[in-house]
T-cell receptor, first 115, second 114 residues
Framework: AQKITQTQPGMFVQEKEAVTLDCTYD???????LFWYKQPSSGEMIFLIY??????QNATEGRYSLNFQKARKSANLVISASQLGDSAMYFC????????????FGSGTKLNVKP | DSGVTQTPKHLITATGQRVTLRCSPR?????VYWYQQSLDQGLQFLIQ???????AKGNILERFSAQQFPDLHSELNLSSLELGDSALYFC?????????????FGPGTRLLVL
């Protein structure tokens, strides 16, 4: 089974609107961390936000927030007030407590922000 | 800028050749991770070093090897290169080696095998 699933290969959003990028994960480990990274066309991987499995509140970092629904094993990224510079690939990733040496990445979602 | 540096940025070589990719982690980071990103395989974890010692192996081929030096920089050696090894190779670093740690990625090395 896939550890991380991103079901949206591509998405469009109008500038200044909010957008949600979906991510579901699969683990039986009670301790894990969930991450989102942004990869612009230039290729670098930029860390956006982190959510720990024991965190009671959803993580937020500026315009990014993580909608963490533990029972559903989902960790959706919400970008508010989209900007043209948000156009990029977005990857969801997970690290398990019992196997924390490995990072599992999803296949990514290509976000295009339209002016 | 994540603070992780990788050299070279681009590398073009021929099948059968050997190349070395270099990574310097962020100041203070002890863990270094290597990843391969290709169009068909996505982002794949290759190997991790922590303070000079190998900690975990992922989908790393036997033709590939890595090491972390006392100054904590790391090198990934790719030998007997094949066309399918063409990819973007990332190095990432983190402070230590814990679940909650975020990995910070370098800009990557684009390898093209002709």
């Amino acid at each position: 089974a896939q550890k991380i699933t991103q079901t949206q290969p591509g998405m469009f959003v109008q500038e200044k609107e909010a957008v949600t990028l979906d991510c579901t994960y699969d683990t039986s480990d009670p301790s894990y961390g969930l991450f989102w990274y942004k990869q612009p066309s230039s290729g670098e991987m930029i860390f956006l936000i982190y959510q720990g499995s024991y965190d009671q509140q959803n993580a937020t970092e500026g315009r990014y927030s993580l909608n963490f629904q533990k029972a559903r094993k989902s960790a959706n990224l919400v970008i508010s007030a989209s900007q043209l510079g948000d156009s990029a690939m977005y990857f969801c990733a997970m690290r398990e407590g019992g196997n924390f040496n490995k990072f599992y990445f999803g296949s990514g979602t290509k976000l295009n922000v339209k002016p | 800028d994540s603070g992780v540096t990788q050299t070279p940025k681009h590398l073009i070589t021929a099948t059968g050749q050997r190349v070395t990719l270099r990574c310097s982690p962020r100041s203070g980071d002890l863990s270094v991770y290597w990843y391969q990103q290709s169009l068909d395989q996505g982002l794949q974890f290759l190997i991790q070093y922590y303070n000079g010692e190998e900690r975990a192996k992922g989908n790393i081929l036997e033709r590939f090897s890595a090491q972390q030096f006392p100054d904590l920089h790391s090198e990934l050696n790719l030998s007997s290169l094949e066309l399918g090894d063409s990819a973007l190779y990332f190095c990432a670093s983190s402070v230590a080696d814990r679940t909650v740690e975020t990995q910070y990625f370098g800009p990557g090395t684009r390898l093209l095998v002709l």
